[in-house]
């Protein structure tokens, strides 16, 4: 009797690590399929821009990147203004972010590392970073712009007020957070016996960090930048909302223009035609390329410098 | 002491002075926004602004009851469709260090962080809103979980590898089945860990607007169907900040406060949960 009980308890015991094996490779298997997804996504991106972009590679060819004149109701296309429009808010918030930006990692990483002064300047870097880009666009478009028309009615410009000029303050304040918390990391990584060393030959506090931190820094700081700027160039919604939407080349920093980000944003859903629609997804195709390589410069030098 | 110490010493001072000056510089745009914001938002939001759709131009009331709940549902489905996806990325990267198809995915991971939203957008209509016929809210879904997946992911690998692998050879060594081990063992010793990812990720797309615009679109009514266009938050900030009415920013002002407080209470809440973890998002 007792061994009738036993029986089929031990059938059952069986059947359940059977099942947990099955249960394990099948986790094991899970693991790499999602593994693999991640890898199908990114090449999936890619290869829709691409074919998205074939119509418009066939008939305008490689001279629609440089053609100056973008005109869909003529089915003319060309992609220069907004290439230029792209580069000039880019490279023009970034050189006015900088100095920003170093400015709060040097003050984080050296001058004042702990601390509820320096906590609270990091969470406020960090919200930053955190506000929606609508939000940043909205607060320009109302306050921003009325202020920089006023800047450029003294200074006796034409007053747009909206423009590139504007998108580029508005891209300073979103791109500082970048630059600076990668280099409050990097700054935090200099071996302390080097700065030990230039302090006791007399060294006064600048002296150690111009001649000691920033060259040590150096790469790390650049590739802070280059996070910076791939953020710039794809930011779309902020710039949207106070370039102007003018598809021309821009002839001063002042005026209203369009970026590629911009110009998506606005005539995608409007584009009737097939080799209009094409030439925005080539637009999109031409971002996403230039964004990752500087995104993957900026990485493998990190990797680079936490790794020495 | 010479003079040139004193030059010296004096130089060292005044940039120090313009550095912590130009630091904390960057508080000032970030408080004036958020003031800004609160002060032209919260003269709009009353129970009318939550509970009603938008009027026609002209007529002055309604609220933004289409929006809140088009954006609650959006990024629900979102997180919905990118919770498990993400969690089980980090696991695999996490358990997989150097393996070539872990190098690889790694890689992707890191290329997916950085590709600009509108990007996403472009294809999510060309994936999801193509085939379907029409703008839908899934497809905005779609697109804001792909702009979650590497938040996700690596917020999950960075906590799971902090945990001691002597805890996943213990449970080993006692004969559990693998997955046991992983999903009864791992995840919950960094549960909070990876709560916070979330939290973060949805913080982050919960204000995105680029790749919406060509998926979930923005609907005057309201809708819960997803499967039809729907409005979000930032879809309507930035529908009726570019309108010429006035009627129409005042409803922006109010939809912009309460999306500012919700994103940066998010971020506050995470901030608080990982601080125990000590892990970099």
């Given at each position: ?20 094996i ?14 693999v ?117 003294k ?108 110009v ?35 990485k493998?030098i ?7 | ?13 005044a ?13 000032v ?102 085939p ?6 899934i ?110 920013h005042?409803?922006?002002?109010g ?27």
């Amino acid at each position: 009797m007792p061994t009738a009980i036993a029986a089929p308890q031990r059938v059952v015991r069986k059947k359940n690590s059977y099942g947990q094996i099955r249960a394990e490779s099948l986790f094991r298997r899970t693991l790499v399929i999602v593994g693999v997804a991640m890898l199908l996504l990114v090449t999936g991106i890619l290869i829709t821009l691409i074919i998205g972009s074939i119509p418009s590679i066939k008939s305008l060819g490689i001279k629609y990147l440089w053609g100056t004149t973008w005109d869909p109701v003529n089915n003319v296309y060309g992609a220069l203004p907004f290439l230029i429009g792209t580069l000039l808010t880019s490279f023009l918030a970034l050189i006015m972010s900088v100095p920003f930006s170093f400015a709060i990692a040097i003050y984080l990483g050296e001058y004042n590392p702990k601390g509820w002064l320096s906590n609270f300047l990091k969470n406020m870097v960090e919200l930053i970073a955190a506000v929606p880009s609508v939000i940043y666009g909205f607060w320009g478009l109302l306050v921003l712009v009325p202020i920089v028309r006023e800047l450029e009615m003294k200074f006796n410009i034409l007053p747009y007020g909206i423009g590139i000029f504007t998108s580029a303050l508005i891209l300073t304040i979103m791109i500082i957070p970048y630059a600076a918390s990668l280099g409050r990391e990097m700054i935090r990584l200099v071996p302390s016996p080097l700065k030990e060393g230039a302090y006791s030959l007399g060294a006064t506090r600048y002296e150690v960090i111009r001649n000691v931190i920033l060259p040590y820094t150096k790469s790390g700081l650049f590739a802070g930048v280059l996070l910076s700027l791939g953020r710039a160039l794809g930011e779309t919604m902020a710039v949207t909302m106070v370039i102007g939407n003018t598809s021309i080349i821009p002839t001063s920093i002042f005026a209203p223009g369009n970026t590629m980000a911009s110009v998506i944003a606005n005539e995608f859903t409007e584009a009737d035609r097939t080799v209009y629609l094409s030439a925005l997804i080539e637009l999109g195709l031409v971002l996403f390329l230039v964004t990752v390589i500087i995104n993957m410069i900026g990485k493998r030098i990190i990797k680079r410098f936490t790794n020495e | 002491m010479n003079a040139h110490v004193k030059y010296r010493v004096g130089k060292s001072r005044a940039v120090q002075a313009l550095i912590v000056f130009m630091a904390f510089l960057i508080t000032v745009p970030l408080i004036l926004i958020i003031v800004y914001i609160f002060r032209e938002g919260i003269t709009k939001i009353n129970w009318t602004f939550l509970t009603r759709v938008p009027k026609p131009v002209g007529e002055t009331g309604g609220g933004i009851a289409n929006a809140l709940i088009g954006s609650i549902l959006i990024v629900l489905a979102a997180s919905v469709i990118a919770i498990p996806i993400g969690i089980l990325g980090g696991i695999y990267l996490s358990e997989n260090k150097n393996t070539r198809l872990s190098y690889w995915s790694r890689l992707a991971v890191d290329v997916l962080q950085g590709v600009p939203s509108i990007v996403i957008g472009i294809v999510v209509y060309f994936w999801v809103v193509k085939p379907i016929g029409t703008f839908s809210a899934i497809s905005g879904s779609v697109a804001l979980a792909i702009m979650m997946l590497p938040i996700l992911i690596r917020s999950t690998e960075e906590t799971l590898k902090l945990i001691p692998s002597s805890l996943k050879e213990a449970g080993l060594a006692l004969g559990l089945p693998y997955h046991r081990v992983i999903l009864k063992v791992i995840v919950p010793c960094g549960i909070s860990g990876i709560l916070s990812g979330i939290m973060l990720s949805i913080a982050r797309i919960a204000g995105e607007t680029a790749p919406l615009l060509f998926t979930a679109f923005g609907n005057p009514y309201l809708n819960t169907n997803l499967t039809k266009p729907m409005q979000s938050l930032p879809l309507l900030i930035f529908n009726y900040a570019t309108s010429p009415y006035d009627d129409w920013h005042d409803l922006a002002w109010g939809a912009a406060l309460i999306l500012l407080f919700t994103v940066l209470l998010l971020n506050i809440i995470t901030k608080i949960t990982s601080r125990r973890w000590n892990v970099q998002l």
